[in-house]
């Protein structure tokens, strides 16, 4: 059992190094110090997992007075007060009453701007369901999200209907502030980095099409009326300064740095996963199953994101669900252990980040009388995983660059 206690070591080092070096504030303050403001307002809003501490960097580097600023994010990830703002935190994944109330407050502060005005647009993955302004009934607008998030959809069919439904969404934001510039600082949490998907766009161009909401309503029977699939986006804003400060990237290089420092020989995959969650079961078994004889420590590094259709009506998250899936096909393995942790420190509706298992996990629930395959059938990763002591729990990280799949083969 040694060997599990080393492991177990290495994969919180690993996750606490990854995560550390993907935050916000380090490349914020490399891009702060050349910007330049009108002469008018400064406003900065805030939005998304890592919103707070990217206004705490900005209200501590920026020389010009800042006449107000706005957060908005997720429960339990403000961690103060930042003078001269407001905070609120709503929900998440699913929008809230209290996101609609923060959203309705930045836009009174942005309305009536002029050309002499600027607004700093703080965005980080999260804000899609946190900052939204509609005409549709609250209920309605969680019924098809909920309905999106449960489903196979991936982030940018969920984004391209979330769009639809919202006055702020696909460009509309920064429509509502013209003419004054907006300096979007963006974190990336999807992968290709597309910058009209990152919290469904409020302040960039929208490229998506109509056709693509009709096509995304057909196959998810989402019975839309045409008010909403007519409702178009915004695709020639000129009022707009985007710079992308941090990405899915960021998160594999910094697990291969950490990897390697401790002694494994590290592969990264692939940085753009974007997959049902069963094919990257596969694709991680048959590297761990190809690689059983090799001499060196292995690490396998992927990041991205994966879809996964719930059925069930348990507790837990697409990380977890998957760690938990492989359990029983490693069993057998020597040494091995597998990893799917968010940065954020959230997956599902959880207070974990994700989950782990090794090869020793299948016969560690047999022996406390647990039945993996019932909790999984139920999609209850998570209460299955707490019972073995296997949950990854981090708490709000200030960042989102999407999530982290480790392979490691002692």
Request: proline fraction near 1%; glycine fraction near 6%; aromatic fraction near 8%.
């Amino acid at each position: 059992m040694f060997y599990n206690l080393v492991m177990k070591k290495d994969i919180y080092k690993i996750i606490d190094y990854s995560i550390m070096h993907s935050k916000p504030d380090i490349a914020l303050k490399k891009y702060l110090k050349d910007i330049c403001f009108n002469d008018g307002r400064l406003l900065v809003v805030a939005v998304g997992k890592a919103s707070w501490l990217m206004a705490k960097t900005v209200a501590q580097l920026i020389h010009k007075k800042i006449d107000k600023g706005i957060v908005i994010t997720k429960y339990h990830h403000s961690k103060g007060d930042i003078e001269g703002f407001e905070i609120y935190e709503a929900g998440h994944p699913v929008v809230d009453e209290n996101g609609l109330l923060a959203s309705k407050r930045v836009l009174e502060i942005t309305e009536n701007l002029n050309s002499n005005d600027d607004v700093i647009f703080l965005l980080s993955g999260g804000a899609s369901a946190l900052f939204e302004d509609t005409e549709a009934d609250l209920n309605y607008l969680q019924q098809i999200n909920k309905k999106l998030l449960y489903s196979n959809a991936d982030i940018l069919e969920i984004n391209i209907i979330r769009k639809r439904l919202s006055n702020i969404k696909g460009g509309k934001f920064a429509r509502h502030c013209y003419p004054a510039i907006i300096h979007n600082f963006i974190l990336s949490d999807v992968v290709s980095d597309n910058l009209d998907t990152i919290g469904s766009g409020p302040t960039v161009n929208d490229s998506s099409s109509r056709q693509q909401v009709i096509d995304i309503n057909n196959k998810y029977c989402l019975q839309l009326p045409k008010s909403i699939i007519n409702n178009d986006t915004v695709s020639n804003l000129n009022n707009i300064k985007t710079t992308l400060i941090g990405s899915v990237k960021m998160l594999a290089n910094n697990a291969q740095t950490i990897c390697t420092q401790l002694g494994y020989q590290t592969t990264i995959i692939k940085d753009d996963v974007n997959c049902n969650f069963q094919f990257l079961q596969d694709q991680l078994i048959k590297l761990a199953f190809d690689n059983q004889n090799q001499a060196n420590k292995l690490a396998f590094i992927f990041t991205g994101e994966i879809t996964i259709e719930v059925n069930g009506n348990g507790l837990g998250g697409r990380n977890q669900h998957l760690a938990l899936s492989c359990a029983k096909r490693i069993k057998d393995f020597n040494q091995t252990a597998i990893v799917c942790v968010g940065s954020d420190g959230s997956d599902g509706s959880t207070d974990a980040a994700g989950g782990y298992v090794d090869n020793k996990t299948f016969n560690k629930a047999l022996s406390l009388k647990i039945d993996i395959d019932k909790y999984l059938e139920n999609y209850d990763s998570y209460n299955c995983l707490k019972k073995l002591d296997q949950l990854i729990v981090t708490g709000p990280t200030d960042t989102n660059v999407n999530d982290l799949y480790l392979l490691l083969i002692r």
